[in-house]
């Protein structure tokens, strides 16, 4: 393993886009330098790895094998390796780099999410950013870099917890309710009158409910948001569940009315993606 690399700002990007997806600089083909080109809709609804690095750094250019087999071991699930270039641009250069390490990811020109979370002084970098477009790790272990990865990819369509990190203690009763799909309105009720108990902890706990609700509830729309463009048919599934725990949410309405061309988007796309199995077959 490489000596520690000096990281100025490291701090995770924790914010969501309005727009449930990551918004990324320089891709286009101007900034493209090699390997297979992507669009926005090649990132969406994906786990991604940023690989920063230069060629002028030995260091970062010893790790492009490490990074390859990254790239190998799960580009079959919804994850993409883009290697993000920072140094000086020397396409012979870079290109004789990437063949003589058989690199097959996308190479791109000072490729990031805008505006980018990560100010580094060095390479070699890894930025791990899960579907939702939020930065989960920045660092320089490839170690700590994957296991990000996998729970990135891991953590792609699995229901979203509506107690967060809360132990239940005083609120154990309340376990089987707090499921996506179950209306809470009795239960939000509940715990509003729990947070002014005479019980510090039963308040304590029931303000942290509350909250990890309210989380969840802005997961799932982000998520909604998100698998518009990426899975129509995802985003349909996520709005009946949304509706039937949270009915009484201003959002509700848009959903209903969104509904329609969602269901057309899905037939669309289940049409498409049926062609292109049957294209890949032959």
Not at 68 to 75: C, D, L
Not at 221 to 247: N, S
Request: charged share 30%.
């Amino acid at each position: 393993m490489m000596k520690k690399t000096i990281i100025v700002a490291a701090c995770a990007l924790s914010t969501l886009f309005a727009s449930g997806a990551a918004k990324w600089k320089n891709l286009d083909d101007k900034s493209h330098v090699c390997g297979p080109k992507l669009t926005e809709a090649d990132l969406l609804g994906k786990a991604v790895l940023v690989f920063y690095w230069d060629v002028a750094d030995d260091r970062s250019v010893k790790y492009l094998p490490e990074v390859e087999k990254v790239w190998s071991a799960f580009k079959t699930k919804k994850f993409v390796v883009v290697g993000n270039y920072t140094g000086v641009k020397n396409d012979e250069k870079i290109k004789e780099a990437v063949q003589k390490n058989k690199v097959t990811f996308p190479v791109y020109y000072k490729f990031s999410l805008d505006p980018d979370p990560q100010t580094i002084k060095s390479v070699p970098y890894f930025n791990v950013i899960n579907h939702r477009g939020v930065s989960v790790y920045g660092g320089v272990g490839v170690k700590d870099g994957t296991e990000k990865v996998v729970d990135s990819i891991g953590a792609i369509g699995m229901p979203i917890s509506l107690c967060g990190d809360v132990d239940l203690k005083k609120f154990k009763g309340l376990a089987g309710q707090l499921k996506l799909g179950k209306n809470l309105t009795n239960v939000i009720k509940q715990l509003e009158k729990k947070k002014a108990d005479k019980d510090i902890n039963v308040a304590s706990e029931a303000q942290e409910l509350l909250s990890a609700v309210e989380s969840a509830k802005d997961d799932v729309k982000a998520d909604i948001d998100l698998y518009k463009e990426a899975d129509p048919a995802e985003a349909i599934k996520l709005i009946q569940l949304f509706m039937k725990t949270w009915p009484k949410d201003d959002s509700v309405a848009d959903m209903k009315e969104a509904l329609p061309e969602l269901k057309k988007a899905a037939a669309e796309k289940a049409k498409t993606d049926k062609a292109k199995a049957k294209e890949k077959a032959k």
